[in-house]
């Protein structure tokens, strides 16, 4: 699989020349096998190195290597995959809160305990909840 469309590559340069914003992941990148899950925002110049959220059981903001995620290889000749369906609206900050308060269980952890587990669950909820709080100011039933 193709990590970067050439699509995917002028975003992720565009937002690395403007690194003082917050934002919002542009692709998704994912261990077909197991632990392993990184959200990239932003691309330098020299075309391999990525800007974003990588978790490996610890998730942390920072920087890491497109040629390295191509070269890992799995067992059965399978390497990391792009998550050709992720989408997202949620910049960042948010993404990196909701790590930090899931590795420390906080708020949620202990009132839902199943979002313990990944980050991506508990920004599910939180997705959820803020667009369940959008839909009642807007005057709207919430569809469940």
């Known amino acids: 699989m193709i990590l970067l469309t050439d699509d995917l590559r002028g975003r992720l340069l565009a937002n690395g020349h403007d690194r003082d914003a917050d934002h919002i992941p542009v692709v998704k990148f994912f261990n077909p096998l197991g632990e392993g899950v990184w959200l990239a925002t932003e691309l330098d110049a020299n075309g391999d190195t990525l ?28 390497g990391i995959e792009r998550d050709i369906l992720f989408q997202t609206d949620l910049p960042i900050s948010v993404w990196a809160e909701a790590a930090a308060r899931v590795l420390t269980n906080e708020p949620w952890g202990s009132a839902h305990p199943r979002f313990r587990k990944s980050v991506f669950q508990a920004l599910r909820f939180l997705a959820n909840r803020a667009r369940g709080a959008v839909l009642r100011v807007r005057g709207r039933r919430r569809s469940s």
């Open 51 to 78: 800007f974003g959220l990588a978790d490996l059981g610890y998730p942390e903001l920072g920087s890491f290597s497109l040629e390295d995620l191509t070269s890992v290889r799995l067992p059965s000749g399978m």
